[in-house]
Nanobody
Framework: QVQLVESGGGLVQPGGSLRLSCAAS????????MGWYRQAPGKQRELVAT???????NYADSVKGRFTISRDNAKNTVYLQMNSLKPEDTAVYYC??????????????WGQGTPVTVSS
């Protein structure tokens, strides 16, 4: 009913930047919180950043001051601008959105993941 399409991952050198996008489509009545999570090899998935409907944001301590989450409600899209990237930021990045469908079901939907590799 609801699909997420992520884009923007790739290989970048330390100190570089990337911008991730995640667009939601399908039977959407409204979208509540949107967020980004990441999972590094051999580690558990962890929260990176979240943004509410009124653009209140929350960040993991490890990315504060370097990453910026934002959303475009008209496009049902959430972004993650990542600056000053470090090798420890290497992971698969997943977006997650909480939606109310047109049939008024509340769903938590995950994207397929986009890999980010920070290496020289």
């Amino acid at each position: 009913q609801v699909q997420l399409v992520e884009s923007g991952g790739g290989l970048v050198q330390p100190g570089g930047s990337l911008r991730l996008s995640c667009a939601a489509s399908g039977s959407i009545f409204s979208i509540d919180a949107m967020g980004w999570y990441r999972q590094a090899p051999g580690k558990q998935r962890e929260l990176v950043a979240t943004v509410t409907t009124i653009s209140n944001t929350n960040y993991a301590d490890s990315v504060k001051g370097r990453f910026t989450i934002s959303r475009d409600n008209a496009k049902n899209t959430v972004y993650l601008q990542m600056n000053s990237l470090k090798p420890e930021d290497t992971a698969v990045y997943y977006c997650k959105v909480v939606v109310t469908t047109r049939s008024f079901r509340d769903l938590e939907v995950w994207g397929q993941g986009t890999p980010v590799t920070v290496s020289s």
